[in-house]
């Protein structure tokens, strides 16, 4: 797992090397944002499942502010923010609003149609803060109550799937001493 990751993501040099990332240079020192171990991997993992549901482009800017803030690996958070694109993201909002509907109680005898507005590029940003705003308080608590149990499902699944791994590594290399 560790080699796969050592091919895709780019290393601390490379970074330093940056020309536009040098003024954040003494923030993106620490070496859990660059090492690729269970814990930092399994938490920028979780960083970037719980940033991928903010709204616009802010996605990548808020896994980079909690990987550098939480000290995980930022290329993994900023990597796992990408599960959220033009497909999922309706779908995802549309789940987080169920999910808020059921844990605050919004129904209350008005039903509100979560109907997706017609976008134009002109006004996009502001025609989905609209439609944000008009689903209201379900919305916003089952966002957050949905990028909880991702983050905390990624976490878990990272953590567990690395164990595997080095099990069956010791396990494969106990064999070969054997035989």
Request: glycine share 8%; proline share 6%.
């Amino acid at each position: 797992m560790r080699k796969l990751f050592h091919k895709i993501l780019p290393s601390l040099e490379t970074v330093k090397s940056q020309r536009w990332l040098k003024p954040f240079g003494s923030w993106l020192q620490h070496p859990n944002l660059w090492h690729l171990h269970r814990r930092s991997v399994a938490g920028g993992v979780a960083v970037g499942l719980f940033c991928g549901l903010i709204p616009g482009p802010l996605q990548m800017i808020g896994a980079a502010l909690l990987a550098v803030l939480f000290r995980v690996n930022l290329p993994v958070a900023l990597i796992a923010t990408l599960y959220t694109n033009p497909f999922t993201i309706v779908p995802l909002y549309l789940l987080a609003y169920e999910i808020g509907v059921r844990v605050s109680g919004a129904h209350s005898g008005v039903v509100v149609q979560p109907s997706f507005p017609e976008l134009h590029w002109q006004n996009m940003m502001h025609e989905l803060w609209d439609w944000m705003v008009m689903l209201g308080e379900p919305l916003l608590v089952g966002l957050l109550l949905l990028a909880l149990s991702l983050a905390i499902t990624g976490y878990v699944a990272v953590r567990v799937a690395w164990r595997l791994a080095v099990l069956w590594k010791w396990r494969a290399r106990k064999q070969g001493r054997v035989v």
